[in-house]
């Protein structure tokens, strides 16, 4: 079997997702928050979402970040294909940081709902929790920016830490749980196909 031109619920998937890896305890576990400091882009729905909990957000703020929530959102729509409603908003930069990035680089979205005893990602963006697993005109990809600058964020051919197992939350998130477990088979028959070809 050939593995190429990849569809799993909805999604292409690129085979760079079979080939890379991080290095040893180097992973999205280890996020230092460099990837959303300039704002990010979200979803009309994720936006509303975190609206619906201001309050809450709010307390866990601190005085690195703005308490007014009009002041949390660009309010500037843009068109966007990658975003289900095909429109997206960007968070504003506080403190040369996203508005939601706390003085220890965490994610006040995701600090919330831990302490309100939600799912971490209960109220963070799409994109924010799929991060270094991007959406690009509807292929699933890995995304690059941070390549070399973010260990979090490096994924290279020799590195031993497969990318599917070390990324397996963020691709759980994004593909559920049949969809993870299509891509992890896929990725073995692709691993044995490689090796026999080096033979």
Known sequence: MEINNIKINGYNID??????????NCSPFGCKG??????VYLSLDDKDKILHH???IKKYMDS???????LWFENQNESDADFADG???STQV??????????DGHCVLQVAAVNENMDKWAIKPFFCVAFPIVVSEKLLTF????????PCCTAKIDYPDN?????KEEFLYILGADGFKELSELSDVYTKQNESLKL
Do not use: P, W, Y
């Open 94 to 103: 506080h403190n040369n940081k996203c508005t939601f990035l706390n003085r």
């Open 34 to 39: 460099k990837c959303c400091s300039d704002g």
């Open 15 to 24: 085979t760079k997702f079979f080939e890379l890896g991080f290095q040893q």
């Open 87 to 89: 429109v997206c908003d």
């Open 64 to 70: 690195t970040q703005t308490l007014d929530e009009n």
């Open 54 to 56: 201001t309050e809450m």
């Open 143 to 150: 995304d690059d920016m941070l390549d070399d600058i973010e």
């Open 163 to 167: 990318f599917i197992d070390a990324c």
